[in-house]
């Protein structure tokens, strides 16, 4: 018996997005309080983000991973048990924009959890004793992370990219990270870790203007003073040789590649985010259905758009058997010219407009997505409602105008690319597509 196969049903229109309640309030000390309603569990999701912009790399990190390992009056041990009491966690991390502070408590938790937050901000004191035991810690990692080829082809690419920009480095060395001592870590504390330009974002079950007078109540003596420091703006991707770092022996290459972006609120970002949904943004879209689905020349190539304070890119990164690395090159070159000159299909495009709408949604669908999304915002001057807006950008785009994003921002002669592989076997046929030079 012969069955016949049923078309798929169309897809139902995009549904408007629908903002949360929300207030806001910016206390004596510069800090600004946004505080969203998200009922759905009795929990609060907190996400402190403070200016951290060229900072020392390593104490920065040393700052980051030995935050909460003690107070004058609370030892590290105290402060999880403390944070336990309110079924709650703490930590933090940093990068070349910001100190992220992130963490979530029982609803009926955030004065207590907020009350602990602002003791480790007042008066956090690096034991030396846990300052030692993380330095070692964070040593094993880089020196893991150092060993590992997405992160040598990254730091290669960040190199070649910013120049002498701050970007360009963002891991320090093992021994910049064996120098750090606990009284470097109280100075720069004391110096860059201040409420004026930070941003505390508080995402649950509460009513939110009430929320705000606790978070005032609590935090609204935190000290005010500190250094403001800005970053230059990044320079834009140049394109040039092929970068071909070796990595003798390497049974894989780890291609890399930038392309000029614009920020969020430029009007071409959501053309340049459809564009590169299209190329290789997503599952289905080109550049994975032709090196991975057609070729099988690698698993898994993907490209986004990455947004810092300084700077919009398009980055791609893929992983390929030496073997392919030329081939694997040449299709990506060809896939991002394709897209330069031949618009996507009607039924392409409204895919990619799918996809990204309903991600817009399931990135705000949980509290702690919802929190992470507003406090990324207010890092670039947004706020929530940048959402409508932008969604209304995305159903409208045209295919032209997806087309003439491409044209400007994806063409393969403007790329940045970077190879980390075995020189020795795949320079010749990197070096038949494109000039190269040697690290």
Do not use: C
């Not at 008066?123 to 020196?143: C, F, K, M, W």
């Amino acid at each position: 018996m012969t069955q016949t196969k049923r078309p798929l049903p169309a897809l139902l229109p995009a549904a408007p997005i629908k903002l949360p309640t929300e207030a806001e309030r910016q206390l004596t000390n510069g800090l600004t309080v946004i505080a969203i309603r998200r009922p759905a569990v009795p929990l609060v999701e907190v996400r402190l983000r403070v200016p951290f912009a060229r900072a020392n790399l390593a104490r920065g990190a040393m700052l980051s991973q030995t935050l909460f390992s003690g107070t004058e009056q609370l030892s590290t041990v105290d402060i999880a048990a403390e944070l336990q009491m309110v079924g709650g966690g703490l930590s933090a991390s940093v990068d070349p924009d910001r100190l992220m502070i992130s963490g979530n408590s029982l609803a009926a938790g955030l004065t207590r959890i907020l009350e602990i937050l602002g003791e480790v901000l007042d008066g956090a004191a690096y034991p030396s004793d846990e300052v030692s035991t993380e330095r070692d810690r964070l040593v094993d990692n880089i020196q893991v992370a150092k060993s590992q080829p997405s992160h040598l082809a990254r730091e290669a690419l960040l190199r070649r990219l910013y120049g002498r920009h701050p970007y360009a480095v963002q891991t320090p060395e093992p021994e910049q990270v064996r120098a750090v001592r606990p009284a470097q870590l109280r100075a720069l504390h004391a110096e860059r870790v201040h409420p004026a330009g930070a941003t505390l974002v508080l995402v649950g079950d509460f009513q939110p203007k009430r929320a705000l007078d606790t978070a005032e109540a609590v935090l609204g003596s935190w000290n005010g003073g500190g250094k403001d420091v800005t970053l230059p703006t990044a320079p834009g991707p140049e394109a040039g040789p092929v970068l071909l770092v070796d990595r003798p022996g390497s049974v894989q290459s780890s291609l890399r590649i930038a392309l000029p972006g614009v920020p969020r609120t430029h009007p071409d970002h959501a053309a340049l985010q459809l564009a590169n949904l299209v190329f290789g943004g997503y599952f289905s879209s080109r550049w994975v259905e032709n090196i991975r689905e057609d070729k099988g020349y690698t698993y898994g190539p993907h490209s986004v758009v990455d947004h810092s304070a300084a700077g919009s890119v398009v980055l791609a990164s893929a992983e390929v058997a030496t073997e392919v690395t030329g081939p694997a090159l040449l299709e990506t070159l060809y896939e991002l010219g394709r897209l330069a000159t031949l618009p996507p299909g009607e039924e392409e495009l409204e895919q990619a407009r799918q996809y990204v709408l309903g991600t817009l949604k399931l990135g705000m669908s949980t509290q702690a997505g919802l929190a992470s999304l507003a406090s990324t915002y207010a890092g670039f001057g947004l706020r929530l409602d940048f959402l409508s807006s932008y969604s209304e950008q995305l159903a409208s785009v045209t295919r032209d105008e997806v087309a003439a994003a491409a044209a400007k921002y994806l063409a393969p002669s403007g790329a940045v690319t970077v190879i980390l592989g075995d020189a020795e076997k795949i320079e010749a046929p990197v070096a038949a597509l494109r000039e190269v030079e040697l690290e």
